[in-house]
């Protein structure tokens, strides 16, 4: 682990090093080998050095690299996508793949079936419905004192355990039980 790290900050310091050996007109083996801290904090419009620089460190794509980058380049149009792939790696914002659903059939009021499933995207929970052979409607995850409930301007399922009640217009329509 210690040596990706360190082949990581090598790579970069060598990418920073020569875009600083560009902008300074040192070519060669006597340009000065690059210190550990960071060489400089680079200026507004520093655009070539600043892309070879960012390209470097998402070329590599370890935290070490972006956080090199950061450290010579704060600002800018290139920080901004630096901060987000950081995010990004470190699992932070990262878009969530770990969509789960559970399917539930209910047995309402005269027999009419009610089929829910419960949607959970992260940060986005709902539920889809369809009562009595109609619609499907898309209902999103509300507060609940206890149990659970899914709601929108029209429509609200509101439940606990195996119990459900759908209303619509604010008035209970059916009441459901899980098969």
């Known amino acids: 682990m210690l040596v990706r790290i360190f082949s990581a900050l090598l790579a970069v310091n060598l990418v920073l090093w020569a875009a600083s050996a560009a902008q300074t007109g040192e070519h060669g083996l006597h340009a000065a080998w690059p210190s550990p801290a960071p060489l400089r904090i680079a200026e507004a419009g520093d655009e070539p050095a600043e892309r070879r620089a960012f390209e470097a460190a998402k070329e590599l794509g370890t935290v070490e690299a972006w956080d090199a980058f950061l450290s010579n380049y704060p600002k800018g149009f290139y920080a901004d996508l630096a901060r987000a792939d950081l995010k990004k ?9 770990d969509k789960q659903e559970r399917r539930v059939s209910f047995s309402c ?8 499933t419960f949607v959970d995207e992260g ?17 999103p995850a509300a507060v609940s004192g206890s149990g659970f409930r899914y709601s929108d301007s029209d429509h609200e399922l509101r439940g606990k355990g195996s119990d459900i009640d759908l209303s619509e217009g604010g008035n209970v329509i059916d009441s459901c039980s899980a098969d």
């Open 109 to 116: 009021s005269e027999g009419i079936p009610l089929i829910v």
């Open 123 to 139: 940060n986005d929970s709902y539920a889809l419905y369809s009562h009595d052979s109609g619609p499907t409607i898309r209902l």
């Open 89 to 97: 790696i470190s699992g932070d914002g990262a878009p969530s793949s």
